[in-house]
């Protein structure tokens, strides 16, 4: 891992990423030697994102073009309610057998480890939810705190599922839409 202040290729980062780092330690809590790695680690995934992904143009509809102030508002609520259309399962998954192998992890990346880490992250994703009651669409008045832990526990969700069919040859694609097809036929 690169030292602290620098970037995954060890060049010296910018002062506005250090300015972050601080600004972040403070308005969280939290040890700045602590955001630091974070920080880090995020920008060296980024940074080996990029290398591996072919970056287009966007190919969302609702941030393409001018609009008006409503219709923006507007095409901004619909657009977080869409999944990104230039990410596949296939990036990800390949992404994540990279990510594992880097790091030598798929020792540990048995079918049954990986089916085990799934259920405690969706144990954790649940603790979000835990005593909140009901929670209608889009989390209105959560905190903006608690919706950045909502959405990295639905992303280890997500991840630990591609990385179990990868690990048991199920093509997760494939799989949904067969068992989309199972439910239809049995609602008949």
Excluded at 20 to 38: D, M, N, Y
Excluded at 112 to 134: I, M, P, S, Y
Excluded at 140 to 147: L, N
């Amino acid at each position: 891992m690169a030292s602290e202040g620098t970037t995954c290729n060890g060049e010296t980062r910018d002062g506005a990423s250090r300015e972050a780092v601080a600004a972040l330690s403070k308005q969280l809590g939290i040890e700045r030697g602590v955001v630091e790695r974070i920080f880090h680690a995020g920008m060296c995934h980024a940074e080996t994102a990029l290398k591996r992904r072919r970056i287009g143009g966007s190919t969302n509809a609702a941030t393409d073009g001018a609009t008006t102030s409503t219709e923006s508002a507007s095409k901004e609520a619909a657009a977080r309610t869409i999944f990104s259309e230039d990410i596949s399962l296939e990036q990800l998954r390949r992404e994540l057998a990279d990510f594992a192998r880097e790091r030598d992890w798929d020792q540990f990346h048995s079918p049954r480890n990986l089916a085990l880490a799934l259920v405690g992250e969706v144990g954790e994703l649940c603790e979000c939810f835990q005593w909140k009651g009901e929670v209608a669409e889009g989390l209105p008045g959560w905190s903006e705190k608690h919706r950045t832990a909502v959405r990295q526990e639905i992303a280890d969700v997500f991840l630990y599922l591609i990385r179990l069919s990868h690990k048991c040859h199920v093509d997760l694609p494939a799989a949904a839409l067969d068992k989309l097809a199972v439910n239809d036929a049995c609602r008949h």
